[in-house]
């Protein structure tokens, strides 16, 4: 009697489930049905129309962007081209690059490729295929506010779909011994790269061991500098100063195997087998025994993270020195990115659901 119970019991089961799985399924065959007639809705929260086949496709054939892609992937990331920033020559007490106004405008044709992965959210990190363009700064205003405008020309490259545009990114300006001050980087999924960005890919600490004056303050000297208190950004008259040394350098395939996607990335035009160079968003400062202080902003040039400066300070005067180098954007996506894998290029695509 028992028994005749159980198995009753089983039979309602069993049948329930196979009438939820047969309605599911008639379910999935009437939207293919509505698919094959091009049927066609919008997006809920948005103003994008998508056919019930591409959604269907979506649903059936999607995973996390961040779970598929490799370093060094090429991912099918459009930033568009509505954005741009103008930076000025600048003041001292305002902000600019010391040389000549200069414009970047974002492009829908840059291709992006893998840097690694977002520590905060999981979503992936991109980097722009190759250095973008070339940006000339100068002098105390250059060196004073460079990270400021490196920052502001990247950010125009993080409105594309699937960016993280509730990223922030700080970055610094002015003059070390005359005081910094911090800014912030709001509504864009971009910035610059920076020096961090890639001692971490390269395994590099900044330390005494890249050079033995890093971090120390060896000598005393009277110079003209950096200042944001009048317009050409140099001060009037020299002052007793003692600059902190934080310039260094270092040969990268010392560190990082030049046969990994990381390197070539980094530090090399594979298509043309040469090195590439542009700046990375840090200013550092070279103080030395002769009388004089190096004002760098660091860059990626020859295969090597090294500093070149945008002006030296003297006991009698300031010099200003000109440098032109690409800038290169990291863009964040968010971390709900999903694809439905390659598109014809051989670039991943992007669901941003």
């Known amino acids: 009697m028992k028994n005749n119970k159980?198995?009753?019991?089983?039979?309602?089961?069993?049948?329930?489930?196979?009438?939820?799985?047969?309605?599911?399924?008639?379910?999935?065959?009437?939207?293919?049905?509505?698919?094959?007639?091009?049927?066609?809705?919008?997006?809920?929260?948005?103003?994008?129309?998508?056919?019930?086949?591409?959604?269907?496709?979506?649903?059936?054939?999607?995973?996390?962007?961040?779970?598929?892609?490799?370093?060094?992937?090429?991912?099918?990331?459009?930033?568009?081209s509505s954005k741009s920033y103008a930076s000025p020559v600048g003041t001292g007490s305002s902000h600019g690059n010391g040389y000549s106004s200069q414009t970047f405008t974002s492009?829908?044709?840059?291709?992006?490729?893998?840097?690694?992965?977002?520590?905060?959210?999981?979503g992936v990190m991109l980097i722009s295929e190759a250095p973008i363009g070339k940006f000339t700064m100068t002098g105390a205003i250059g060196y004073l506010y460079a990270e400021r405008e490196l920052n502001e020309i990247c950010k125009i490259y993080g409105y594309g779909t699937g960016a993280n545009t509730s990223k922030k990114f700080n970055y610094v300006t002015g003059d070390t011994i005359e005081g910094t001050t911090v800014g912030t980087i709001t509504g864009s999924g971009a910035r610059s790269i920076n020096v961090d960005d890639v001692n971490k890919?390269?395994?590099?600490?900044?330390?005494?061991?890249?050079?033995?004056?890093?971090?120390?303050?060896?000598?005393?000297?009277?110079?003209?500098?950096p200042t944001t208190k009048n317009s050409s950004g140099k001060s009037t008259s020299a002052k007793s100063r003692t600059d902190v040394h934080t310039y260094y350098y270092y040969t990268a395939s010392n560190y990082l195997a030049n046969t990994t996607e990381s390197y070539k990335m980094l530090f090399?035009?594979?298509?043309?087998?040469?090195?590439?160079?542009?700046?990375?968003?840090?200013?550092?400062?070279?103080?030395?025994?002769?009388?004089?202080s190096g004002f760098f902003m660091r860059c990626v040039l020859n295969g090597s993270v090294n500093g070149n400066p945008l002006g030296f300070g003297y006991?009698?005067?300031?010099?200003?020195?000109?440098?032109?180098?690409?800038?290169?954007?990291?863009?964040?996506?968010?971390?709900?990115?999903?694809?439905?894998?390659?598109?014809?290029?051989?670039?991943?695509?992007?669901?941003?659901?």
């Open 6 to 80: 159980k198995l009753k019991t089983a039979l309602i089961v069993f049948i329930v489930i196979l009438a939820l799985v047969l309605c599911f399924n008639v379910g999935v065959y009437a939207a293919y049905a509505l698919a094959a007639t091009e049927v066609s809705y919008t997006k809920p929260g948005t103003s994008t129309s998508i056919s019930v086949k591409t959604a269907l496709d979506e649903l059936y054939t999607s995973q996390p962007l961040a779970k598929a892609v490799s370093v060094g992937d090429y991912v099918a990331y459009n930033a568009g």
């Open 201 to 225: 890919i390269c395994g590099v600490t900044q330390s005494t061991a890249l050079t033995s004056n890093y971090g120390k303050a060896p000598y005393i000297k009277s110079i003209y500098y």
């Open 107 to 122: 492009s829908s044709s840059l291709k992006w490729r893998v840097l690694g992965w977002d520590e905060e959210t999981g």
């Open 268 to 292: 090399r035009d594979t298509a043309n087998s040469s090195n590439i160079s542009y700046w990375l968003a840090n200013s550092c400062v070279g103080s030395y025994s002769n009388e004089q």
């Open 315 to 353: 006991s009698s005067y300031f010099s200003d020195m000109p440098l032109g180098y690409g800038i290169r954007p990291i863009v964040y996506l968010k971390s709900s990115i999903q694809t439905n894998g390659k598109n014809s290029s051989g670039a991943w695509n992007i669901i941003d659901k």
